[in-house]
C-alpha cells in the first residue's frame, strides 16, 4: 500500500498490510525506516506493473456487462496466465 491508503488498517484487520512509513512533524524517520521505505517502494511498483501489464487486454479494464462473478475470476485468470507468457518469452 502507499500512504494514500492510510486508513486501511483500522477498516482491515489484516496482517500482510505494509504502509511506508512517513515522517511527522515532530518525529524525522529513522535511519531503518528511510531504508525500509524505497524496498517496500519496489515491492509496490511491481505489483502496480503487473496490473497495468494485465489491463493491457482491455477486457479488463472497460466495463465487463456481465453479472457472474465467476466469469470474471476466470478472466481475470486468463488474463494473469498471458501476462505471464508474455513476460516469460
Not at 496490473?51 to 494473469?80: E, F, P, Q, T, W
Amino acid at each position: 500500500m502507499d500512504l494514500g491508503y492510510a486508513g486501511i488498517i483500522k477498516d482491515y484487520l489484516c496482517k500482510s498490510i505494509s504502509i511506508p512509513h512517513q515522517k511527522t512533524k515532530n518525529s524525522p524517520l529513522k535511519d531503518t525506516q528511510k531504508d525500509e521505505n524505497p524496498r517496500m517502494a519496489s515491492v509496490r511498483i511491481k505489483v502496480e506493473h503487473s496490473i497495468v501489464g494485465m489491463k493491457r487486454y482491455r477486457i479488463l479494464s472497460d466495463r465487463l456487462r456481465n453479472h457472474l462473478i465467476d466469469l470474471y475470476d476466470d478472466i481475470l485468470g486468463v488474463c494473469a496466465g498471458l501476462w505471464n507468457f508474455y513476460l516469460a518469452n
